[in-house]
C-alpha cells in the first residue's frame, strides 16, 4: 500500500532563521495540495546547559538577526535581549515544552511555538530559563502544573531525542528544513524565505513524477 507524500518541517522555536521563514512557511502550507501530509520535528539546536553565552556567540547571533532584518523584509528582532536578559545557549527545554504542550491537544504546538519565538525575539524574554516556559504556557491557556511537571519527564526528553534523531536520519542537519518523502525517498526542499512558489513547484514536481 502507497502511502501519501508527506512533508516535514525540521525546526527549533529559537532558531532565528525559522523565525524569519515563518510567515512564508504558513503561505506555502495554505497552498499545499491537501493529498501531502506535513509532520512537524524539532530539530534540538543547542543542548542543555547552565554555562554562560560566550561573546563571540551572542556577536554571531546579533549579527545574524540583523541579516535576517536585512534579507526578509517584515521580520523584527527586540535587541533589547541582549541586555535584559541572562544569556545562555540552550535550546532543549523550549523544544521540550513544544512537546509538553503538545501533549495537552495536538494544536498547542503551533500556539506554544509561535508564543516561545514571539517571547525571545519581540518580548525580550529568554525561553531557555523554565520559569518563562512555564508563564508562556499559563498564558496559551494549558494547565501549568501539569506543563511543568511533564516539561521535565524522561518521556519528553525521549521524544525529543526520537524527534531529533528522524530529522537526521532523513538529512536534516540544518533548522529550518523541509524535506518531502515521496515513494520510499527523501527530498531536501530548497528553502526561499520570502517566496513559496519556487518551492511549491518543486513538491508539486516531485509528487508528480
Known sequence: ?????????????????????????????????????????????????????????RDYLQQTWRRIEQRIPGTSFNFDFWQLCELRRSTWPACRAVIAAKLQGAGYDEVMTAAIQEAYYLRAMNPSDEDNLVTLAGEAGLDQARFQ???????????????????????????????LEHDGGFLQVPLNYTDEEAMLETIRMAVAD
Open 149 to 179: 511537571r511533564e516539561l521535565r519527564s524522561p518521556a519528553v526528553q525521549a521524544q525529543l531525542e526520537a524527534e531529533m534523531q528522524r530529522g537526521r536520519a532523513m538529512g536534516a542537519t540544518a533548522f529550518p528544513s523541509l524535506v
Open 1 to 57: 500500500m502507497l502511502m501519501n507524500p508527506r512533508l516535514y518541517y525540521v525546526h527549533d522555536p529559537m532558531c532565528s532563521w525559522c523565525w524569519g521563514f515563518d510567515r512564508t512557511r504558513k503561505r506555502l502550507l495554505e497552498k499545499l495540495p491537501s493529498s501531502i501530509g506535513v509532520v512537524r520535528l524539532l530539530g534540538g539546536l543547542a543542548p542543555d546547559t547552565d554555562e554562560p553565552m560566550q561573546s563571540e556567540m
